[in-house]
């Protein structure tokens, strides 16, 4: 979903149906529109192009809404664009009935983002899925392939009503 500035499809998947399928076929949905885009995805520019076992892509249009006092793009933005795509590499392992949350992350920052920089590309990759705790890995690039920002969560699996396994 490319389409920014659409207020269409946006909303939440009601629990239930999001628990009746496994993760990587949840992210699946988003990513073909057969789900509604989260509404934090509108607010931050933030869109999945990519999903598959372990693995997604998304992309991101930094603008000058989110820049810090300092006038580059705030550190918080370029985390939670991490966040969102390590978290849904540890969501693509996920059977149906099983959530999870971040339990930590770390955020390395190289360089500064403007809203000049343009489009940015975010990978997130599975490093591992146990039982109770999964770990993954993310970069960002900008359009030229320099490295923006990478980091590193750990993530809680849980069943979807909240208690753990």
């Not at 269409?8 to 529109?33: I, K, M, Q, T, Y």
């Not at 343009?118 to 993310?138: N, P």
Request: glycine share 12%; aromatic share 6%; hydrophobic share 40%.
């Amino acid at each position: 979903m490319t389409n920014l500035n659409s207020t269409e499809n946006v909303g939440l998947v009601p629990r239930s149906d999001a628990a009746a399928v496994s993760g990587l076929d949840f992210l699946r949905h988003l990513l073909d529109g057969s789900y509604p885009r989260p509404p934090f995805s509108k607010e931050t520019d933030i869109w999945p192009i990519a999903v598959e076992a372990g693995h997604v892509t998304f992309e991101a249009l930094p603008s000058a809404r989110f820049y810090n006092p300092m006038g580059i793009v705030h550190g918080g933005w370029i985390a939670t664009l991490l966040d969102t795509a390590m978290g849904c590499a540890v969501h693509s392992s996920l059977a149906p009935g099983q959530s999870f949350v971040t339990l930590e992350m770390k955020t390395v920052f190289v360089r500064p983002v403007l809203e000049k920089t343009g489009k940015l590309t975010c990978e997130g990759t599975l490093l591992h899925a146990g039982g109770r705790v999964a770990s993954s890995e993310g970069r960002i690039y900008d359009g030229q392939g320099k490295l923006i920002a990478h980091g590193s969560e750990t993530c809680l699996i849980m069943d979807t009503n909240g208690g753990h396994r």
